[in-house]
């Protein structure tokens, strides 16, 4: 399972950008995966439900997983179609001289972090 090895650098990742800026809760993370990357959206949210209880700032933490589209571009027609459905053969023109625009992301896209709490609050 290597979706727990790819959690753990990003959380390390999250959890050095609170410090960094001194930020005490990470509430939301915001991550892009694409479909045609090695991660599997859920096994990747049950593993950062496990490893987020280990952290010091992303206990609260929420995971929103944006599953981004794969694109093949075909350098033979220049068109462009789902990775999903086609693979490497362009349907356009039966080439296989394409390659992977998008799909294979894994990206920290954004963090939410706690307002800091006041004193007399
Ligand atoms: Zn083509």
Redesign the pocket.
């Known amino acids: 399972m290597h979706e727990l090895g790819i959690v753990v650098n990003v959380i390390d990742e999250v959890e050095k950008v609170a410090e960094d800026n001194k930020v005490d809760k990470v509430l939301r993370l915001t991550m892009e995966i694409g479909e045609v990357s090695a991660i599997v959206p859920d096994l990747f949210s049950d593993c950062f439900e496990w490893a987020k209880k280990r952290t010091k700032h992303l206990t609260d933490c929420e995971l929103e997983l944006i599953v981004l589209e794969a694109v093949t571009y075909?350098q033979?027609?220049k068109?462009t179609y789902r990775t999903t459905k086609y693979g490497k053969t362009?349907p356009?023109?039966g080439?296989g001289n394409t390659y992977l625009l998008t799909g294979n992301e894994v990206t920290i896209k954004g963090i939410s972090v706690a307002e800091p709490t006041s004193d007399n609050a």
């Open positions: 075909c033979d027609c068109g362009c356009h023109c080439s």
